[in-house]
């Protein structure tokens, strides 16, 4: 779907990144259409990569955009590609992104923590809003998942 | 799918949506949003804020 650079670009980039030791973040957006084949082809390529961290994002399709019309992710499937991509990734951190409010609702994402998720942006995103940071760090709590840093800008 | 449903479905997409258009006049606002909240702001009636998506019983 992008078109500004090419996978093999974007490939040599994350090299370059990591030659030149910063720590490699690279993750993607699940539901945007793609088959589970090649959700687990993407898995496999990140396993690869061995990034130290990887943002896992669920499409949320905004109207009036070339996705716009793309179903939700059914949080059944978002769950089994999260499972997955901890098996791929067993030591990454996998980070939820943009999109599980909507994918996942407040059952999935309790279940996503629980099933290989260990890191979890909280509050708003970028353009839309997300759950309060309070619910998301009572949640880690209660599942006893200790909070290792928060950003300063909380 | 019932039409009902669908709405549900709407209500939840909506509540993780900042305003985008004035409620008073309709004008389309300059929105910023920001991880602990939002500011919308209308050309002719001002400015409005609000913090994250309402919290739901979990």
Redesign the interface.
């Known amino acids: 779907v992008v078109t500004t650079h090419s996978w093999d670009e974007r490939w040599s980039t994350l090299k370059m990144v990591r030659e030149s030791g910063m720590e490699v973040c690279c993750g993607g957006i699940l539901g945007l259409g793609e088959t589970v084949e090649q959700r687990a082809e993407f898995a496999a390529q990140l396993a690869e990569l061995d990034p130290h961290e990887v943002p896992l994002n669920f499409l949320?399709p905004r109207p009036g955009t070339p996705l716009g019309d793309q179903p939700?992710m059914d949080p059944k499937d978002a769950l089994r590609a999260i499972a997955a991509f901890r098996l791929a990734l067993p030591r990454t951190i996998l980070r939820y992104a943009g999109g599980r409010?909507?994918t996942l609702?407040?059952?999935g994402?309790?279940d996503g923590l629980l099933g290989g998720i260990n890191a979890v942006i909280?509050?708003?995103?970028?353009?839309?809003?997300?759950?309060?940071?309070?619910?998301d760090l009572q949640?880690l709590q209660e599942l006893k998942m200790p909070v290792k840093a928060l950003?300063s800008?909380? | 799918m019932s039409g009902t449903l669908l709405h549900v479905?709407c209500a939840?997409?909506l509540?993780?949506?900042?305003p985008r258009y004035c409620i008073t006049c309709g004008r389309r606002m300059k929105?910023q949003?920001?991880?602990?909240?939002?500011t919308a702001e209308c050309v002719q009636h001002g400015v409005s804020t609000g913090?994250?998506?309402s919290?739901?019983?979990?």
Request: charged share 15%; hydrophobic share 40%.
């Open positions: 949320n939700v409010e909507i609702g407040d059952l994402t309790r909280v509050g708003n995103y970028l353009t839309t809003l997300g759950r309060p940071a309070t619910q949640l950003s800008t909380l | 479905f939840r997409a509540d993780l949506e900042p929105v949003v920001v991880p602990t909240g939002w913090g994250t998506a919290p739901s019983a979990s």
